[in-house]
């Protein structure tokens, strides 16, 4: 442990008594919640699944959100509804040609673009953002609710949580000691668990270890996940160009955990240099003149600009200037472990099979 690393691992701790109010805050909300005291939740005759997790940082949400895009769209009538993080507007929005990501957020800005055929919708306040998303998309057929879990005044039918390997919901504590958002018996809530960037050789041994310490309830289906990393495209000619052990690259990303990116730089790179922001930092023409510096400092033939398809999103807006420079996108995808992709995939669509059967019955 470096001692950046080890210095604000000890400050956390010293903010153990704010990390315990937290707590019995959340604890407080959520029991009024259970009981439908002054705070209640609201269901909708509508299928509705709901992407989230109970802790800060990086566990892998728009990924999965991409992956059941990727999955559902082809057969069903499917939209997004996000809070729109870190965007300059308010209440309700659907995105269209002329939006941009300070109006959405990046992460629904990333779906549109990648998704132009699904509607991509935006409020933080999804009790009203529902009814309106339907009412301008009379066809749909299922809501993905993005990072939704903690948002219980909408009662999702489906619940899937996520949880990072190295960083287990079991083993965190409350914010601002440890990274959990929520407690951890609200993962009783979920239908689905999934471990996500586990190693791409996790054992069967393993697997069955981290079963017994998460202790499951009977309904909750739970699997594990790997990173997937795709061919870096150009991001604007989108042309591709893949990573080889030649090539020295100037990382540059604003994401909340970017160690499993950097370990993979590591391993098919010759080396890598980093152009470190804050988690939806919003770029600036100074950040962009800066990265060409560095660029330009790396003095060797075989190099590359290589950013996060998040952050390439809030880099767009420079479009003249990016277009002769040698930044690429790195896709990242889910890989399920265990060939229990066709499992999972089967409960979501079983999910959205028996709302269409109840409809029209």
């Given at each position: 442990?470096?001692?950046?690393?080890?210095?604000?691992?000890?400050?956390?701790?010293?903010?153990?008594?704010?990390?315990?109010?937290?707590?019995?805050?959340?604890?407080?909300?959520?029991?009024?919640?259970?009981?439908?005291?002054?705070?209640?939740?609201?269901?909708?005759?509508?299928?509705?699944?709901?992407?989230?997790?109970?802790?800060?940082?990086?566990?892998?949400?728009?990924?999965?959100?991409?992956?059941?895009?990727?999955?559902?769209?082809?057969?069903?009538?499917?939209?997004?509804?996000?809070?729109?993080?870190?965007?300059?507007?308010?209440?309700?929005?659907?995105?269209?040609?002329?939006?941009?990501?300070?109006?959405?957020?990046?992460?629904?800005?990333?779906?549109?673009?990648?998704?132009?055929?699904?509607?991509v919708a935006v409020g933080e306040e999804r009790l009203v953002a529902i009814?309106?998303?339907?009412?301008?998309?009379?066809?749909?057929?299922?809501?993905?609710?993005?990072?939704?879990?903690?948002?219980?005044?909408?009662?999702?039918?489906?619940?899937?949580?996520?949880?990072?390997?190295?960083?287990?919901?079991?083993?965190?504590?409350?914010?601002?000691?440890?990274?959990?958002?929520?407690?951890?018996?609200?993962?009783?809530?979920?239908?689905?668990?999934?471990?996500?960037?586990?190693?791409?050789?996790?054992?069967?041994?393993?697997?069955?270890?981290?079963?017994?310490?998460?202790?499951?309830?009977?309904?909750?289906?739970?699997?594990?996940?790997?990173?997937?990393?795709?061919?870096?495209?150009?991001?604007?000619?989108?042309?591709?160009?893949?990573?080889?052990?030649?090539?020295?690259?100037?990382?540059?990303?604003?994401?909340?955990?970017?160690?499993?990116?950097?370990?993979?730089?590591?391993?098919?790179?010759?080396?890598?240099?980093?152009?470190n922001y804050t988690d939806h930092h919003i770029f600036t023409i100074d950040?962009?003149?800066?990265?060409?510096?560095?660029?330009?400092?790396?003095?060797?033939?075989?190099?590359?600009?290589?950013?996060?398809?998040?952050?390439?999103?809030?880099?767009?807006?420079?479009?003249?200037?990016?277009?002769?420079?040698?930044?690429?996108?790195?896709?990242?995808?889910?890989?399920?472990?265990?060939?229990?992709?066709?499992?999972?995939?089967?409960?979501?669509?079983?999910?959205?099979?028996?709302?269409?059967?109840?409809?029209?019955?």
């Open positions: 442990m470096n001692f950046n690393a080890f210095f604000l691992k000890s400050f956390r701790v010293l903010l153990l008594p704010f990390a315990v109010l937290y707590g019995a805050i959340v604890f407080i909300r959520n029991r009024l919640y259970d009981k439908g005291i002054i705070l209640q939740e609201t269901s909708f005759n509508f299928p509705l699944i709901c992407v989230g997790n109970i802790a800060v940082g990086g566990t892998g949400k728009s990924p999965m959100v991409e992956y059941l895009l990727n999955q559902l769209q082809p057969k069903y009538k499917i939209a997004t509804l996000s809070r729109g993080y870190k965007r300059k507007t308010k209440g309700y929005a659907l995105a269209n040609e002329q939006t941009t990501a300070l109006e959405i957020g990046d992460e629904p800005m990333q779906f549109y673009l990648k998704f132009p055929d699904v509607p009814p309106q998303l339907l009412h301008d998309v009379p066809d749909l057929q299922a809501i993905i609710l993005d990072d939704a879990f903690q948002h219980r005044a909408v009662k999702a039918g489906l619940n899937i949580v996520l949880t990072e390997y190295n960083n287990l919901y079991i083993y965190d504590f409350f914010l601002p000691t440890g990274d959990l958002r929520d407690e951890w018996r609200s993962v009783k809530r979920a239908d689905i668990i999934i471990i996500t960037k586990c190693p791409n050789d996790l054992s069967v041994e393993k697997k069955q270890k981290l079963l017994r310490n998460l202790h499951p309830l009977p309904k909750q289906q739970v699997y594990f996940t790997t990173i997937e990393y795709g061919t870096p495209y150009h991001i604007s000619q989108h042309t591709e160009r893949p990573i080889t052990e030649k090539d020295e690259v100037l990382l540059v990303c604003g994401i909340a955990n970017p160690k499993p990116l950097k370990d993979y730089l590591l391993q098919i790179a010759a080396t890598y240099y980093q152009k950040d962009l003149r800066e990265i060409v510096e560095k660029f330009k400092s790396i003095d060797v033939p075989q190099k590359m600009i290589l950013t996060t398809e998040k952050d390439a999103v809030r880099l767009t807006k420079f479009k003249q200037e990016l277009v002769d420079l040698p930044l690429y996108v790195l896709p990242i995808r889910h890989q399920f472990l265990f060939n229990e992709a066709a499992l999972f995939e089967s409960a979501i669509e079983h999910f959205i099979g028996n709302f269409s059967n109840k409809n029209n019955t």
